[in-house]
């Protein structure tokens, strides 16, 4: 009996020398890091807040630590890691998809995402997205879900903004109105398409990119379309 507790020893002595001599090989230091994913973060600023020791190894990387510094930016919905035996650290950043803007105040926009996250505020905006309407809020914190009272908008305004991008029609949008969850409404130029809930979003959509084709300069033209139900044709109330 004590013979075999001899041998045991010995054998989780030497599986822990094994170990020791692998955390302290420099061949398992750290010599190349790659990072993907990105697109709106600056690679950088990535490596900055990796805050990286090349001398480390790579099995003792705390990669819970490096991934809470690198979500420190807004953009960065989460962080993965492989590593790549026996020196590499493959670094994948998933990142929140930029959907629409809000105006805070005049000459500053929030950026939102698909979930209603404020991404950033800038005093102004480039990108074909929706600028919504109609949504009022007590506060905000950027990183964080915009504090709204009914956010089951901005699932719709996704679904639109999907459907508008794929038919073309991002940059001809002037606002999207969502203060009645029931009746969204969908301003191009100076027409104002009355669509309801998300439901048939697509259809909607395709339908409004039919209508603007039949005019021979929608950007004049003011009025509003109600196509809250698919129907076989719709009216245009001219306004004044």
Do not use: C
């Amino acid at each position: 009996m004590k013979r075999i507790k001899f041998k045991m020893a010995i054998a989780v002595g030497t599986i822990a020398l094994i170990a020791i001599l692998i955390l302290l090989s420099p061949i398992f230091r750290i010599q190349e890091v790659f990072i993907v994913g990105i697109e709106r973060v600056n690679e950088s600023e990535v490596r900055e807040r990796l805050n990286l020791n090349y001398t480390s190894n790579i099995f003792l990387l705390n990669t819970n630590t490096v991934r809470t510094r690198i979500m420190g930016n807004p953009y960065v919905a989460n962080v993965t890691f492989r590593r790549e035996l026996p020196n590499t650290i493959h670094i994948i950043v998933h990142e929140r998809r930029l959907s629409a803007y809000m105006e805070h105040m005049p000459g500053s926009f929030l950026f939102l995402d698909d979930f209603g996250h404020v991404l950033e505020v800038r005093s102004s905006f480039t990108e074909p997205l929706p600028l919504l309407v109609g949504l009022s809020f007590t506060r905000f914190q950027v990183g964080e879900i915009l504090d709204v009272p009914i956010a089951t908008n901005f699932a719709a305004v996704v679904q639109y903004t999907q459907s508008l991008a794929a038919h073309g029609l991002l940059d001809q949008i002037t606002h999207i109105n969502v203060s009645d969850p029931s009746n969204i409404r969908i301003l191009v130029n100076y027409l104002d398409f009355h669509v309801g809930t998300a439901q048939n979003a697509d259809e909607k959509v395709r339908t409004i990119a039919e209508m603007l084709k039949t005019f021979p300069d929608p950007t004049i033209i003011r009025g509003s379309v109600d196509i809250r139900e698919i129907r076989a044709e719709y009216f245009l109330t001219l306004l004044q």
